[in-house]
């Protein structure tokens, strides 16, 4: 193993760990409570990444446990090291939902109900079969939970929510729609092997690629509407959408998988260096 393979090795452990998953919650904070000027309570900073963490470790564990030998290299992380990652999706667990029923206020906590009930929503889904109709659902399904996770407390702490609000709230969805439409279409071969439920499945080559082409412009364009309203956080979406057009250059290339998924998710933690540069410099 040369010395870049032995890199790229330890590397793939943030996406084994779901580290980028995390960094990718706070980050989208960040660009969030700067966007509507809000103020998030500080366990905030801790809960959501904390839960997001618990929520796709415990994701990936489920997924392993139903099928021994699965050919990804993230589940097979999950099925060796099931025991301690158990563990510790139990303590982080309760210790993320502790501090936030003691800690958030409690219209926050209300707010995170009906993301719960989508993410046991995905779960059910992910059960009910492979059909085109459940694949589009589940992943769908993926992109309102992590939005709507990280939006709902900053939404309802900002005193009027404005066009910019809306406009960075939807670009934003379409920005974390092409990341995980452009996952789904990477593992396509191993999701139609396992009949696994998948958004790439679900629309096939054709309808995926003029869906990422819409994605791509409905993102360009609200980009430019907040540069143009806001240009301070538009510089962060410029980043984010710039970096959202290489990625299926990416997914071509012949990295290792997780290092492909680790770059894709870590394209959401661009808010964690460009928000504070913008800030120091404005």
Known sequence: MTGSDKLLHRLSFLHFLHVDIAAGVAASGLLTSNLLDVHLPWSWWIVLPGIAWTVYTLDRLLDARRQDDYPTLRHQFAARHRRGLYVAVGVAGVLTVVLGLL??????ILAGLPCLALVVLHHGLQRLGSTRSIGFLKDMNVILTYTCSIWAVPFLLVSSISLVHIIGFFTFCAIVAIIVLLESRTDVSVDTALQQPSLA??????????????????????????????PSLGITYTGLTISTMFL??????TLPRPIIRLLSE???????????????LG
């Open 266 to 280: 870590l394209v959401l933690s661009i808010p964690l260096v460009t928000v504070p540069i913008v800030h120091l």
């Open 248 to 253: 299926p250059v990416l997914h071509s290339s």
């Open 201 to 230: 499945r679900s629309l096939g080559p054709r309808r995926s690629t003029f869906t990422l082409v819409v994605l791509f412009f409905l993102a360009s364009a609200g980009t430019i509407g907040i540069l143009l309203s806001k």
């Open 103 to 108: 800690t958030l206020p409690l219209l926050s």
